[in-house]
């Protein structure tokens, strides 16, 4: 945060000027707090005043401490937009465009910032490995944060990770996978711990489902999240209807949140309304509690200073924003965060996929029969109507949920690029494409299924036992 009132106000967003104010007030605070002269008390409480002018000039409101400016907010539950605006919140993906959400305009709203190449050469300055492809492609695309995380890092000083993963039903599709294997590539390219939360709790409050139908959806989760390959000993993976009732350190970082954030202020985030159970109202405290390292005491030995990097899709943004306006008033460092692009549903970019419609994606436990069958009648084509059209005009990539998926799932850039040519160029027909997404994702699954056929319930029972994990803090 730049303390002169003369940087360019006028060029920010009013998210961005939100956030500078919010910054510029925990400045004021800490400064009051560790008495500091009086005239650079006085300046920064200057320069608070000037941004708070700044932001009602602009947005026309006044400053609320954990409110975002109302035209910014994330609302559903039938708010209005604007009819070219992409709806996103935690639990609606929707835009007019068939190549899919804007990131671009998707970052100046939500204050983020881009991950640019100077960023993916430092991670892999840092870590001395290759940037995962989801790194490479833009897949992971924003970040808040990283470069405090990186700094962190190359000085010797921990960090850890969170993710997270709510059990709708009981096998996942491939799009569930994308989180878990960029949060594992992070994990062994820093050495560094992991906690995963599922938040089985979410899943009975917002859905038509008893608190062990949840519970048994999110052990079965565990098996495809274990799956993935990730280290138990290095790993803590826990249910939020398991872990609560265990852990006072927990409990305790989630009634500090709920103290520090108003009805109106989880309103404006989330949209909630007066007729939603107070249940919702107050679970964005729990996904927001593992942020912080305290919330783990038998990982952490009780320490609450460690910073925690949240690799999510970007529609989980909202609860952490949340977060990060609270953490500096409770005491805790803010929660950097990797945002990644949404997995499109096999009909096309305008929505995300749903756990509830088995067309919409291809599942991690379909067979290969199935896999085949789905891609090659549902997938959205960016080809043309006729052979002779397509030859002559060529397919369109950024529509083709085909090459979409491969952008995920194909490590060869090479390949994907002679493929992008070819399908761009007419050479290569919608069926050809299809047929290599069939031949790259048949594979996958299948050692993905043979993976978590040797999950037995023991290995579920590691994983999610409170316990110490490889490392000392």
């Not at 992409?86 to 204050?111: C, H």
Request: net charge neutral.
């Amino acid at each position: 945060m730049a303390d002169s009132p003369n940087c360019d106000l006028k060029s920010l967003s009013p998210l961005q000027l939100f956030e500078k104010v919010t910054e510029q007030g925990e400045k004021v605070r800490a400064l009051k707090a560790g008495k500091a002269p009086k005239d650079e008390i006085d300046a920064a409480v200057r320069m608070l005043l000037s941004l708070k002018l700044s932001y009602k000039t602009t947005t026309g409101q006044d400053y609320q401490a954990g409110l975002p400016p109302k035209d910014q907010a994330l609302i559903n539950n039938g708010t209005t937009k604007e009819e070219d605006e992409d709806l996103v919140d935690p639990w609606n993906v929707q835009t007019s465009n068939a190549k899919g959400v804007d990131y671009d305009k998707l970052i100046v709203r939500f204050g983020s910032t881009k991950i640019d190449t100077d960023l993916i050469n430092r991670i892999e300055r840092a870590t001395g490995q290759k940037p995962h492809r989801f790194l490479r492609r833009g897949i992971f695309f924003s970040h808040r944060d990283m470069d405090q995380i990186l700094h962190a890092y190359e000085n010797k000083k921990p960090f850890y990770l969170y993710t997270g993963r709510g059990p709708s039903s009981q096998a996942m599709h491939v799009g569930h996978l994308i989180p878990f294997l960029f949060t594992k590539w992070l994990q062994e390219a820093f050495d560094v711990p992991l906690v995963i939360q599922l938040t089985d709790d979410e899943k009975y409050l917002w859905k038509d489902m008893t608190t062990e139908k949840a519970y048994e959806y999110a052990k079965e989760n565990a098996r495809d999240i274990i799956a993935c390959g990730f280290d138990v000993n290095k790993t803590f993976i826990f249910s939020d209807l398991d872990y609560l009732g265990s852990s006072t350190g927990f409990y305790k970082n989630i009634i500090k949140v709920q103290k520090h954030v108003t009805f109106n202020q989880v309103k404006g985030i989330f949209g909630f309304t007066d007729s939603d159970c107070i249940g919702k109202i107050s679970f964005p405290a729990i996904q927001a509690a593992p942020s912080f390292s305290s919330s783990f005491p038998q990982i952490f030995n009780g320490k609450e200073n460690i910073q925690c990097l949240i690799p999510c899709a970007i529609d989980q943004d909202p609860y952490f924003r949340m977060t990060r306006d609270v953490a500096p008033r409770i005491g805790y460092p803010k929660p950097a965060l990797l945002h990644s692009v949404f997995f499109p549903a096999l009909q096309g970019a305008q929505t995300k996929m749903s756990a509830s419609d088995v067309n919409s994606s291809v599942f991690l436990n379909d067979t290969p029969k199935q896999i085949k069958t789905k891609i090659n009648k549902h997938a959205f084509s960016g080809g043309r109507d006729t052979i002779e059209e397509h030859r002559k005009y060529g397919g369109n990539c950024d529509v083709d949920v085909s090459f979409m998926y491969l952008t995920f799932f194909l490590e060869d850039d090479d390949k994907l690029e002679q493929l992008k040519q070819a399908y761009t160029s007419g050479e290569l027909l919608t069926g050809e494409l299809k047929k290599v997404l069939i031949e790259t994702l048949q594979p996958l699954i299948a050692a993905h299924q043979e993976r978590r056929k040797q999950i037995t319930d023991e290995v579920v029972k590691q994983f999610m036992t409170p316990r110490k994990l490889a490392f000392e803090f």
